[in-house]
T-cell receptor, first 112, second 113 residues
Framework: KQEVTQIPAALSVPEGENLVLNCSFT??????LQWFRQDPGKGLTSLLLIQSSQREQTSGRLNASLDKSSGRSTLYIAASQPGDSATYLCAVRSSNDYKLSFGAGTTVTVRA | SAVISQKPSRDICQRGTSLTIQCQVD?????MFWYRQQPGQSLTLIAT?????????ESGFVIDKFPISRPNLTFSTLTVSNMSPEDSSIYLC??????????FGPGTRLTVT
């Protein structure tokens, strides 16, 4: 059974600082990995999708890396802004049954 | 990317009653999913709903408690039956598109008193 862990659980930084969010997973037989953002009481917004054959994906200030062999992904957010305050969820899709397994999330607060 | 809407966005219900949540997608999709997010927790998959077949439920979830309909490729409903306070959660509809990218609706926040 795939286990997904996100560290840290919470993070508070001053505006302008770069954010580094970590995700680890136990089973390297993955199809892809997705990073989501969730605002309080709301649904999930897809940020980045990395296929198992890719090493990284970039979108604006966001960059996500994937090291499948070591079971790790990192989400980098450059020059953080107060609007980046949210919970960030990592989700891994198994290549065996295509089910998505979620981490518990990292709650980010960017202080103005 | 798929645009997903859910109704209602939130509701407060009494113990023992049932609530039906609707999910509408702006394009045809084969696979739709229903998730639950309990307060302070991550997401748990309730069931997978494919058009034309019975929904497939995950361990710990049963059809009598969470009946699902999938009448066409753009619509699904989830009913939470005989509710108890433990059912207070956010319920999320989700679809799979393209290169197995998953999209989520805005969620339905349910409070059971």
């Amino acid at each position: 059974k795939q286990e997904v862990t996100q560290i840290p659980a919470a993070l508070s930084v001053p505006e302008g600082e770069n954010l580094v969010l970590n995700c680890s997973f136990t089973d390297s037989a993955i199809y892809n990995l997705q990073w989501f953002r969730q605002d309080p009481g709301k649904g999930l917004t897809s940020l980045l999708l990395i296929q198992s054959s890719q090493r990284e994906q970039t979108s604006g200030r966001l960059n996500a890396s994937l090291d499948k062999s070591s079971g790790r992904s990192t989400l980098y957010i450059a020059a953080s802004q107060p609007g980046d305050s949210a919970t960030y969820l990592c989700a891994v899709r198994s290549s065996n049954d295509y089910k998505l397994s979620f981490g518990a999330g990292t709650t980010v607060t960017v202080r103005a | 990317s798929a645009v997903i809407s859910q109704k209602p966005s939130r509701d407060i219900c009494q113990r023992g009653t049932s609530l039906t949540i609707q999910c509408q997608v702006d394009s045809q999709v084969t696979m739709m999913f229903w998730y639950r997010q309990q307060p302070g927790q991550s997401l748990t998959l309730i069931a997978t709903a494919n058009q034309g077949s019975e929904a497939t439920y995950e361990s710990g979830f049963v059809i009598d408690k969470f009946p699902i309909s999938r009448p066409n490729l753009t619509f699904s409903t989830l009913t939470v039956s005989n509710m108890s306070p433990e059912d207070s959660s956010i319920y999320l509809c989700s679809v799979l598109q393209g290169a197995h990218e998953q999209y989520f609706g805005p969620g339905t926040r349910l409070t059971v008193t």
